[in-house]
């Protein structure tokens, strides 16, 4: 044999966890950043557009009536838990997009349609920026509009 003065380089398959393989080679010194996959769960971004969603001032409340009766009859169960931060959230979570329902209740008065937009807006804004997912579509059903006399229970909006 000659020595050509050229190094091989080798290709290495290592299997992590059983659940597939992950070729290294040449590009392994790359960004750190860029070795192994994140996957992020759909109620994780479930959450996230709930809280979002929350903050934008005219939301009284999110999920339709029977969604915020159980909500509610849940919070009274000792032990349970306080509000779901994803009543009235819908997502699909693909591998770098995802699409959102929400389905929300406004507080009599506000424009729907500036509501709406400004919840797109932050929905989009803090999903893109937590997750890194492309958020596709954010569909907004608008099930009840909350009278000023009308007793129901306290805003499910954030103090900030």
Known sequence: ?????????????????????????????????????TTIADGVVAKIAGMAARDVPGVHAMGGGFARGMGAMRERVPGVGG??????????????????????V??????????AGDIRENVITAIERMTGLEVIEVNI????????DEEDEEPERRVA
């Open 106 to 115: 406004v507080e009599y008065g506000v424009s729907i349609i500036e509501v």
């Open 83 to 104: 509000k779901s931060v994803t009543s009235g959230v819908k997502v699909e979570v693909g591998e770098v997009q995802t699409v959102v329902g929400l389905e929300i």
């Open 141 to 148: 059903a608008v099930g009840d509009v909350k009278l000023p």
């Open 1 to 37: 044999m000659t020595d050509t003065g050229q190094t091989s380089q080798t290709e290495t398959t290592l299997s992590v966890g059983g659940r597939g393989a992950k070729s290294l080679g040449a590009g392994h010194g790359s960004d750190p950043g860029s070795r192994g996959r």
